[in-house]
């Protein structure tokens, strides 16, 4: 009986040591069919014995940046950094006073930088991505997003990423999932930062990309220069194809927020299994910003309904989550 | 005393359950230099406390594929693949038996293929690799690597893999490496069995790539068509351009085996810290190939010159490899 009794005593020592009650992995998620959603998928494809099962390897889970992770208002982060840059780089340029876009830039006239439309934007983006070589232009984005403040914020724009989709991501890691980004943004101006601030490294990070060249220089030493030609454009049709390209494997599960998502949206959807695609939609005027359908960043209609058609999960910011931003918000 | 009669059994018991000597990762080396540079390497960059420390998340490794972890010769794999396609299809092509360089193919006409030199070559790929959709190709190329024999060997091809090579892999990943194919040859290609038969999963494949456009088939289906014209040539300088673009880190390890993988390895040995820059040299006419400095497959000339002027580790594989196959050889 020494030994029923000492065993019952284990038993009881070793249930006391496991909470009542799992923890909650989405605490700023706010309960409802959204989070009901993402955890039954989550139980879907990795219990062993499901017909939805998938094999960790296969547990490719991507994710737009901009307004998917982290606010893309009232200008795009990436759109920030080229302004600053050009204001950095002027005395080297002493014409940009008098030329358009750069003028505009300088004077911090967004009128008339929006009025030089897509060709002025990507005069500015190249003018300050390029023409150096990948390890300073690694250095100088670093640099920046150490002390560049977002405007409304006044905090570093790494910041503003979203508390719910960092503990999504933690979630989907801890259960096998691989994470990605694929980005309308450019590459390098991610990969030296989203490793400490998303957990997810340089080589899971795919977005748009510059034409590059490799070049010894006289002493010897290899460099990789970055040419002003853009090499691919990840957004729209543009991100299945990087997906097939980069990973090689469809996704099963896919976040986006706009327009510039929807096919990625729907080629994940299209594979065969158990799939989960998500459409954060920002609806929350007073904790970050309220637009969709007019919106000229990050507009989502299209996408949006095919979401509501296609019944893909459409996170309504504003009721689905308890927290915005990590705690510095509170 | 009791106690401590006790404890001094399980201290022996543990002691006996471990081996005297550590198991030899690498049993089909040859003990020597070579093998040595690399255990030596792989401690200095793993061995907290040392000065040549590298976090597990930079410890990425780059492997050429043809004639690095596989035999090319007679002709590269692919082009195996790609004449057994142009058969294959004939029948849908009746104007093949009269137009070059299928006519060549189709008969088995080496020397009238050679003559229609890169152009000619570029043409058989284009038609036997493009012109369907992503999972249609995937799906040929599994089912000839599953049925297809090597003139020589009469066996799969993915049996002419390299024993050692495989131990390396093995032993890297082991010790928290990330290990990569950046190959020449064309992506989709060697993604259907790279993680079967080297370990390594489809999205740490790089390689050469065809453009690829996203479509949504009359019945609202995604698919990925693969177009007749190249994204990315991902040989010679096209390498340390790929490795920056696909994983976005330096490589500390790198293997190859010819010239067209000289600016990978400069790129690996440009870095700083540790790094080790390998080349294997097809030195065993009897167990593989012996060729390199003339051989119009894998020439290896100028990153041998290189190689030796830098003291990177040059692997005889006659003398270093005491195996060349997996035990189907032996």
Chains 1, 2 share one sequence.
Do not use: C
């Amino acid at each position: 009986m020494e030994t029923k009794r000492f065993a019952t005593a284990l038993v009881a020592l070793t249930l006391a040591a496991s909470p009542a009650k799992a923890q909650d992995p989405l605490p700023s998620w706010n309960d409802g069919p959204n989070k009901q959603a993402i955890a039954d998928f989550v139980v879907r494809v990795t219990r062993e014995g499901s017909p939805d099962f998938v094999a960790p390897a296969a547990r490719i889970a991507v994710f737009d940046n901009d307004g998917t992770l982290w606010s893309e208002q009232p200008i795009y982060v990436q759109l920030a950094f080229a302004l600053d840059r050009v204001k950095a780089l002027a005395p080297q340029h002493p014409e940009w006073k008098t030329t358009q876009p750069f003028k505009a830039a300088l004077d911090g006239d967004m009128r008339a930088l929006a009025a030089s439309g897509n060709k002025g934007l990507a005069e500015l983006v190249m003018a300050t991505h390029t023409g150096m070589t990948t390890d300073e232009f690694t250095k100088t984005v670093s640099d920046w997003v150490a002390t560049a403040r977002h405007p409304r914020f006044r905090r570093p724009y790494t910041d503003l990423v979203y508390q719910p989709m960092l503990e999504l991501l933690t979630y989907l890691r801890a259960n096998g999932f691989k994470t990605y980004i694929v980005s309308g943004g450019t590459v390098e101006f991610m990969r030296p930062w989203t490793e400490r601030v998303y957990g997810i490294p340089p080589e899971q990070v795919v977005g748009t990309t510059f034409v590059t060249r490799f070049e010894l220089r006289p002493d010897g030493a290899p460099v990789l220069v970055r040419e002003p030609k853009i090499d691919f454009i990840d957004d729209g049709p543009g991100k299945p194809v990087s997906i097939a390209r980069f990973i090689g494997r469809r996704p099963i599960l896919a976040f986006g927020n706009s327009d510039g998502d929807q096919q990625m949206l729907q080629w994940t959807a299209g594979g065969t299994g158990a799939r989960f695609v998500g459409l954060v939609h920002h609806t929350d005027s007073t904790r970050e910003w309220r637009y969709d359908r007019q919106s000229h960043i990050g507009k989502l209609d299209k996408a949006l309904d095919e979401a509501m058609a296609k019944k893909w999960v459409v996170v309504d910011m504003q009721r689905d989550w308890k927290a915005v931003y990590p705690p510095w918000d509170r």
